[in-house]
């Protein structure tokens, strides 16, 4: 069974720096696309990264460009993503996604989801 979870998420500073982990098991992780989405309270969810499964196909939205840096081990099954210089407006539940049929930000691309985890920014 196809399981994504995520870790490292909490409380952070405007202007800090966090990384988030997700972690894939029962697929083989490095034939998938792996996607970063967020949600904030009262909005859609929307695409943050993607990196293609042999880590050369890589898309950032407009929002984080500059700021957020993905990247995978694929001998660990694991996927990153740093979150530098980070603002309020990037408060939001975060998920990664795992997909086969190509690479980008949307949703209908990815075939299992993780749980999710909350990323605050606030001081």
């Known amino acids: 069974q196809a399981q994504l979870v995520e870790s490292g998420g909490g409380l952070v500073q405007p202007g800090g720096s966090l990384i988030l982990s997700c972690v894939g098991s029962?697929?083989?992780?490095?034939?998938?696309?792996i996607g970063w989405f967020r949600q904030a309270p009262g909005k859609e969810r929307e695409g943050v990264s993607s990196?293609?499964?042999?880590?050369?196909?890589?898309f950032y939205a407009t929002s984080v460009k500059g700021r957020f840096t993905t990247w995978r081990n694929n001998r660990d099954n694991t996927a990153y993503l740093r979150m530098n210089d980070v603002r309020p407006e990037d408060t939001g539940v975060y998920f990664c996604?795992?997909?086969?049929?190509?690479?980008?930000?949307?949703?209908?691309?990815?075939?299992?989801w993780g749980q999710g985890i909350q990323v605050t920014v606030s001081s």
């Open positions: 990196i293609s499964r042999d880590s050369r196909s890589i």
């Open positions: 996604a795992a997909g086969h049929h190509g690479d980008g930000l949307h949703s209908y691309i990815y075939n299992y």
């Open positions: 029962g697929i083989d992780f490095e034939l998938w696309t």
